[in-house]
């Protein structure tokens, strides 16, 4: 009565223990994929958030402005591409059309930006810019409309406070975004400025700028990552709730399955008491069967069929021992025999034994057989699998935790290096700092002094100057002195005469002078002058004839010349002209040609271009990039026939595309060895070719900034 309701519940808690298994491997299986997708998310927010973290630094690598951030004043904002987010499809235009100006500062008012700037000279910060909120004024977008399908205002597609609309207005100006350069070109070059969705900028000069142009990190923020990494935090918050849930719940699960097992042993072991009780009466036997199950459990799966074909022929036997049991108990009735009666009743008593033996024993081996295949099999594969993974991940994380170590070794020794230079990079720039300042001030001490010297060397030249004007005045008016004495230079002086004898000699002197009446003394002087210069004239004339006689001869020996001069130098700047239009040129090529060949130089010159196909067109018919190539092939022909000392070429690539640019740029290089060249341009291609390079802007207080580059 005892052993069955033990037994139910044996069965119970067996079936109870499987379910709890395979709940905790399922609770397993999901709490492994939680968090691998818990890993993946953490990898992917954590690269965002650098990214993020990168365009924060990037705006700080000015070290004026870095310092002016540090200082956490409530006026002072942040730089503009802090303060904006933006679409990834306009990023890098967005980008490109904001240009220095993305790391300019925004501060409340001018007050505010005073003070930073006055920060900066006293500390010797460098320089940065500022935009007060007070001041700035927004950028007019004048002109004509634009549609919303293909183009907007770059001003249009950032996200921002609305207090710093004016800021963006001013960064972004009238730029115009469109998708790419022939929506630039129908839209119309040089109308307003413009920035493609891949970078390439149009300015309203006509210059266009562009190329390959990679994707950076240091922009202004995007918005699609801030909503990736609200939704991947979010998504983190979620999975890590529910791998706690997880490992709650399988740490509940494995308390159960401790529980129920410890049950089921403890279940074990009543079970087996109480059959052991019930079995007291025949305890060989029950040794000997519980010492074979020990040896060798395996023999009983053997022994059953054996076990069964005994009960079959047991079986029968009782039931002929049962016959004969009736026959003989009614015979031993019949002779009241009480001796045989009590032995049969022992016979029936064993026999009833040896029956419950067998039944329990065919349980207890159903029962094993149950527990093997089951629970013990199954639980023992799933084990195996546990620690098999278990050990695949120690291995795994012991490789990762490996290359994680070496990793992060190499990072802190590379991040030490960087430190290390940083130090060293500051402090050569602040000693490089202090030598400028200490030179500029030397400058300055030597210019004064130069400015000194130069008014003292002025005055000193005043000085001479109107000393050499006194000396000439002198002798001017010694030379007129003499000349006066010379009419009175053989006179004889006369001696012993009294002042009374002389004031009357001289008083009767120009009585007598009066008396002649007036004069013209300046007669003979007059003839004189007219004299010399109608001599002057004579030999002026005859000069004139014999010149006018050696012009006429150069005239006649010019008329001789010219033509034959003329289709020489003609002959050879055409060939020229040609070759190196093909050179500048790959779309056909390019003559030459006179108007009037009996007589050139009665009419004029034109250039004529062979395209592909036997196309002929002239220079009005060319493109305006066809014309600055035409031209300059024709500067560069005449170049080779009467080359100059030095040419000054003025955004001559202009109207050229980048593969023209280019030409252009290889070509100038070739004769540069020949001739000076200095070109103004804003094209890379040009630029990257030259020798020296010098860079010219204007600062806000008027004054030009000069930056020199050697290649």
Sequence with gaps: NKLKPLRQEFKKITLQLTKLLNEESIASAQL?????????????????????????????????????????????????????????????????????????????????????????????????????????????????????????????????????????????????????????????????????????????????????????????????????????????????????????????????????????????????????????????????????????????????????????????????????????????????????????????????????????????????????????????????????????????????????????????DNIKNKESKEKQFYSNFRNLSIKRNRLTEEVQKVETIIIREQEKSKLIGQRINSVSLNKAKIIAEMEGLKKEFEEFKDAKIRRNIGVDELKYEIRQSEKILRDMGNVNLKALEIYDQLKVEHQKLVEKVDKLNLEREDVVKMMQEIETRKKDSFMETFDAISSKFTSIFSQLSTKGQAYLYLENKEEPLSEGMNIRVEMAGDKFLDIRSLSGGEKTMAALALIFAIQEYSPASFYFLDEVDAALDKKNSEMLSKLVKKYSSKAQYILISHNDSVITEANQIYGVSMRKDGISKVISLKL
Aim: glycine fraction near 4%.
């Design 32 to 412: 492994q994929k939680a968090r691998s997708s818990l890993v993946k998310n953490s990898e992917e927010l954590a690269r965002l958030r650098a990214r993020n973290i990168s365009i924060k630094e990037y705006s700080t690598t000015n070290f004026a402005v870095k310092k002016i951030l540090s200082l956490k004043n409530a006026g002072i904002y942040g730089t503009v591409s802090q303060l904006g987010k933006v679409s990834s499809k306009y990023a890098i235009a967005l980008e490109v059309a904001a240009g220095s100006r993305i790391n300019s500062v925004v501060v409340d008012s001018d007050i505010t930006a005073a003070k930073c700037i006055k920060l900066l000279k006293e500390n010797k910060l460098g320089i940065a810019t500022f935009l007060p909120l007070n001041k700035i004024r927004p950028y007019p977008t004048q002109g004509k409309s634009f549609s919303e399908k293909n183009h907007r205002f770059a001003v249009n597609l950032v996200k921002h406070d609305p207090k710093f609309r004016n800021v963006f207005s001013y960064v972004f100006g009238s730029t115009l975004v469109v998708d790419d350069i022939e929506t630039a070109r129908r839209i119309g070059v040089g109308c307003t400025r413009m920035v493609t969705l891949t970078g390439d900028l149009v300015e309203t000069s006509g210059a266009m700028v562009g190329g390959f142009r990679r994707k950076t990190s240091y922009g202004f923020k995007e918005e699609e990552v801030d909503n990736q990494i609200q939704n991947l935090e979010k998504e983190f918050s979620r999975l890590r709730n529910i791998s706690s849930v997880l490992e709650k719940r399988k740490l509940d699960f494995e308390k159960e399955i401790i529980e129920l097992k410890q049950k089921k042993s403890d279940l074990e072991i009543n079970i087996t008491k109480l059959e052991k009780t019930t079995l007291e009466e025949d305890p060989t036997k029950l040794r000997k069967e519980n010492q074979d199950l020990d040896k060798d459990f395996s023999s009983v799966n053997r022994k059953l069929k054996d076990i069964e074909k005994d009960l079959l022929s047991k079986n029968k036997d009782l039931l002929d021992l049962k016959s004969k049991k009736q026959a003989f108990r009614e015979r031993m009735f019949s002779t009241k025999s009480s001796n045989v009666s009590s032995g049969l009743d022992s016979l029936d008593k064993n026999n009833q034994e040896i029956k419950e033996l067998i039944a329990k024993t065919d349980s207890e081996i159903k029962n094993l057989d149950l527990q093997i295949d089951r629970i013990h099999l199954p639980e023992n594969e799933r084990i195996k699998q546990i620690l098999n993974q278990h050990e695949k991940e120690n291995s795994e994380f012991l490789a990762e935790l490996n290359s994680l170590k070496e990793e992060l070794k190499k990072q802190n």
